[in-house]
Each structure stands twice: as C-alpha cells, then as structure tokens.
C-alpha cells in the first residue's frame, strides 16, 4: 500500500503460502479497526484488495534465487527474472509443527502456535503446550491467565528452558508436565466442536494413552524463512535478518526487512503491518535519496 501510494510500482511475489500465516487461522481478535474481529483469510482478502487498488502488482510465484549482490537486485521467480532497485523481504517465520494430518486440520480449531493470538478463547478451559524451551515455558505460563489447567507434553525427561523459566512454570500450580510424550494423534471436529483430545505416545515404554484436553499450543519454534538470502545478508544465529535497529535496514543497502523474517521477538499481525509501513518508507526515502546523488 505504502509503496504504492509512493508510486514505486512495487511487485508483491506472493510465494508458497499466498496471504502469509493468518490464512491458516480463523478468528483474528486483535488487529485494530475489526472490532469485531474477522477471520484470517478475509483480512488478508481485504489487504490484498487496498494493496491492489492502489496499482500493487501481484506475482504467485515463488522466489527461488536473489543475487542481492549486483544492481539492480535481481530476483528468480518461476520463469520470471525480475530486477528491482529495492527489495523488501516480509517471508515470514513459520511455526515449526508435528507434521500430523489431524494438525493442519483442526488448526485455528484448538490447534495454535501462538498462545498470544488464540489463549483468550480459551477461558476456563484445558489446554496442552507442546515443547520444552523457554517458548513453551513462556506460552503454557501465559496460558494460565486464561486456562484452568495447562499441562506441557514435552518428549524428554528434562527441559531445555532457562532456569528462571522453568522455575516460574513448575511453580504455576496450574501447569502440569507430561514428560517423555509425543503427540501421535489430535481428535476432534474442524468446527464448534474444535479439539477434544490427543493420542500420547511414551517414547520409552511405547505406552499409548487418551488424554481430553480443548486446545493444544504447538511451542516447539519457529523457523524464519531467509535460506534464499543465506550468505548475502546478516542473520542471527536463528537465521533472522538483522535489521539496524529503529529500521528496517539490513545489511544491504537498499534491501529492507519487515515482518516475522526479523523479528524473534513479538511475531503479531499489528507488529508486521508496522514494519511493513516502515520498511516502504524506508525503501522510499533510500531510492529517492540514490536519484538525487
Ligand atoms: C495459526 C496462527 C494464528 C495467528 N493468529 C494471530 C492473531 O490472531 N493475531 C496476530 O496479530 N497474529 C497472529 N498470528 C501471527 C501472524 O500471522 C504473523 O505475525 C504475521 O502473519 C506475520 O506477517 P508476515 O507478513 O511477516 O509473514 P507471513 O504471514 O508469514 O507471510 C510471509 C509471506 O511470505 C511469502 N514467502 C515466503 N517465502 C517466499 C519466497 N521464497 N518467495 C516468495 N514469497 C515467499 C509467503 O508465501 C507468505 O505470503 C498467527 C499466526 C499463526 C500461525
């Protein structure tokens, strides 16, 4: 939108995933002007139609090569080459999940990777937080804001959370541990009836067991998604881009960086949008400023 208005033609390469994560979600509360909230694939709906108004071309493609160290960038998408005099890289970070069939389908219906985003629907109720690091220590603990019992399915017998973590959760009288257990199966309905359980599998006995619960909160990270800049641009040790900080530079002039790709941290809708706004301006005044020169 930004860019747009700004009349820098800007190219959107929609990648595998067109419309980002909220197209794999329902109800999103917490993005301003929805007072009501709406579901995922409808906002993004909505942003995709003010970003196409204002002469935002779309590309479904993946980008599968960048050479960010010629100029113009240059950018591999399907059977497209594509040159551009600033790039912006908003590819998201996804939650690393199970892989479990009865996952993908009850996601947004009791499955989440989120507790911030999906707890509040939760009030009162049960809720599993897979993992054992400090996310899901952070996550199971929040739940217990919301939840009336939270119990932590970990598949070892020890926790990789930093000390002080572990210590506010075990100390939560409402967090309970279900230790060496992976999740074999989800059970319930993709509508009201949502998540009523799971199928536990004790990796040392072999034990399979039926445990009820009305959400599971997947907390075994995230995964940013930057290999196609791997070796060209700054990352953290997580592979995060590095932005210099109240920017939305990167290591590259005139490469630009929104979104869940840099930030490890907040990962929300409102946080993206802001970057976004950001790194168009950013882009913006950097390709004005190279025309002047
Ligand atoms: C189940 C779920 C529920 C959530 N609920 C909420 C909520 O209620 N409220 C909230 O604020 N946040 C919520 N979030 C978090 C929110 O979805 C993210 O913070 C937000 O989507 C980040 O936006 P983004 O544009 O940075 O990345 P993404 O939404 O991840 O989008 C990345 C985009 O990059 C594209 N892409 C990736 N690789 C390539 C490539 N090689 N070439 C071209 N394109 C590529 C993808 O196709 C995708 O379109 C939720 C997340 C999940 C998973």
Redesign the pocket.
Known sequence: MYTARANLQPLL??????????T??TE????PGFENGIQGPEMMDVLHRQAARFGTEFLME??TAADLRRYPFELTAGRHTISAEALII????S?KLLGLESEKRL??FGV???AT??GFFFKDKEALVVGGGDTAMEEATFLTKFCAKVTIVHRRNELRASKIMQDRARKNPKIAFIWDSVIEEIYGQPDKTGVTGVRLRNVKTGAVTDVRTDAVFMAIGHQP?TA?FTGQLEMDDLGYLIVKPGSTYTSVAGVFA????ADRVY????T?AGTGCMAAIDAERWLEARHQS
């Open positions: 390469i929609e990648g595998p995933q067109p419309g980002g994560q909220l794999i979600t999103v509360e917490n993005y993946e980008a908003a590819t998201g970070a939650a996601m947004g989440s990777a989120c985003c999906d998604n196609l929104a979104g869940d790709v990962r929300q809708a409102v993206a």
